[in-house]
């Protein structure tokens, strides 16, 4: 929990009375929740604090656990179920918590062939990814995919579900992530600090941009018709009218809970088309720290809470 807006150094262990779930509703023991940018901006101030309102608050929004009470009309868990799920975004879901609770139909039972760890940095990131892929440039066999920053949290399971759909996946990361993105599906990766993807790409049918860095340059890389997704922090509006200029849309996206998309992704991991990188694993009394190794960037994957 924190009480103030700030730095990591807000993020404090407190007790809390236990939520209890009401008529459709499920509760979690939360075993492990996953660290995303949002969580960082919200701390800060920024990101979904709008929402959330004035501290006290607690953030976080990737769930793995079990189910420990189920609330009436609840038909697809029992008491003893694992799960994992994102609920509620961008409403408060409290996941570095040992216990919450929300719509059943926000989370979905867990994979076999993931660990906890892996299982709750999946949902928030998982989804995004699907959204912006699947559902937003609804990515077809033979397309051309640029994604930015393909080795983070979202872009490294964007890569693998493009790559799943048939796309000629482009990645831009660091050099030395090219052989760990390649066997995600990446048919080339392009180093970032070399600057040039611009020159060396044209014509693609979508670019997904994970770092909101690349807004005009993506455009540029674009054939007509074809469409740039930036993930963090929305689109210029200038941005908007330059791609129209050009017959090619720009979009941003906010990620939502999504009973079919976990669906989509429990199907991809089972056939051993997806996986999730954990970079590092914190335990929850570390919050803070975990906040600092986000912030300090540079990292492969995900970054995970054990609730103990």
């Keep these: 929990m924190q009480r103030e807006l700030g730095g990591p150094e807000v993020l404090r262990l407190e007790e809390v009375a236990a939520p209890e779930p009401i008529p459709t509703e499920v509760q979690v023991r939360v075993r492990a929740a996953g660290v995303n940018p949002v969580d960082l901006k919200t701390r800060a101030g920024k990101g979904m604090a709008a929402v959330l309102g004035a501290p006290p608050f607690t953030v976080g929004w990737d769930v793995c656990g079990e189910v420990t009470a189920v609330g009436l009309g609840v038909t697809r868990f029992q008491v003893g179920d694992d799960v994992f799920g994102m ?23 867990q994979p076999h062939a993931l660990s906890t760890e892996e299982a709750g940095a999946l949902p928030l990131a998982g989804l995004t990814a699907w959204q912006v892929v699947v559902d937003t440039i609804r990515v077809q066999d033979g397309d051309d995919v640029l994604i930015h920053g393909g080795a983070g949290g979202v ?19 660091r050099r030395e992530q090219a052989d760990f993105l390649a066997g995600l599906g990446a048919v080339e990766t392009l180093d970032y600090r070399d600057d040039d993807f611009d020159r060396r790409l044209a014509d693609l049918d979508s670019v997904v941009d994970c770092t909101g860095r690349y807004g005009e340059r993506s455009l540029a890389v674009l054939r007509p018709g074809g469409t740039l997704v930036s993930v963090p922090s929305g689109v210029d509006p200038r941005l908007h009218e330059l791609g129209a200029a050009q017959k090619k849309r720009s979009t941003g996206i906010l990620v939502e809970p999504d009973p079919v998309g976990l669906a989509g992704l429990c199907d991809l991991i089972e056939r ?34 054990r609730v103990p």
Excluded: C, M
């Design 87 to 109: 609920p509620w975004f961008p409403r408060a879901a409290g996941a570095y918590a040992e216990l919450v609770t929300a719509p059943s139909r926000h989370f979905e039972h």
């Design 155 to 173: 872009g490294h399971l964007a890569v693998q579900i493009a790559a799943a759909r048939g796309a000629n996946v482009f990645a831009t990361a």
């Design 272 to 305: 051993g088309k997806l996986q999730i990188e954990v970079d590092e694993v914190f335990e929850l009394e570390r919050a803070a720290d975990a906040h600092r190794r986000a912030e300090a960037g540079g990292r492969t994957g995900k970054i995970v809470l």
